[in-house]
């Protein structure tokens, strides 16, 4: 069956089975290899992606359930005009965030949804920061600089 996803501000016409995860539709069928396949459970986060501005697993959102909704992935908000994915994308290099590696897309593509939603000049507490950042997971614990990350770039939006 086709199906049309707007990925990263492109149409993008796929003959696939609408219950297939937006996940596998990113990276076996469009080859962004960004978004990362952690749990399969949404659990852990590393699949994050937005969908209409709202950061969503999409290890288990199936295509169907997309719509006419944009989905933008993590090469679009570091590597493009996103001035949030810019400023998050800066202060993780800044703090040396990643270890390995693995989970950092699915993170950044939480802060910078969590960023985006904050009223403008907000500066989130450590507090907030946790809570918006709990549904993802870094099996290096990073998360002291995780945290320092998204307040620094919360600081250079405000």
């Known amino acids: 069956m086709t199906t049309t996803l707007n990925v990263n501000g492109r149409e993008q016409r796929l003959d696939i089975d609408p219950a297939t995860p937006v996940l596998w539709a990113l990276r076996d069928t469009l080859g962004l290899q960004g978004t990362k396949f952690g749990c399969g459970a949404a659990q852990c986060g590393a699949c994050t992606v937005h969908m209409d501005g709202q950061a969503i697993r999409s ?34 290099v800044k703090h040396d965030v990643a270890q390995c590696g693995y989970c950092q897309s699915g993170q950044m593509m939480s802060a910078t949804a969590f960023l985006k939603s904050l009223p403008k000049g907000k500066r989130p507490t450590e507090a907030e920061i946790d809570a918006a950042m709990a549904g993802n997971i870094c099996r290096c614990g990073t998360y002291a600089r995780i945290r320092a990350a998204v307040g620094d770039a919360a600081k250079s939006i405000a």
Request: charged fraction near 20%; aromatic fraction near 2%; glycine fraction near 12%.
């Open 59 to 92: 290890c288990v959102t199936p295509i169907s359930a997309v719509g006419k909704q944009k989905i933008t992935t993590i090469e679009a908000v570091t590597g493009g005009s996103d001035k949030v994915g810019r400023a998050v994308h800066e202060a993780w």
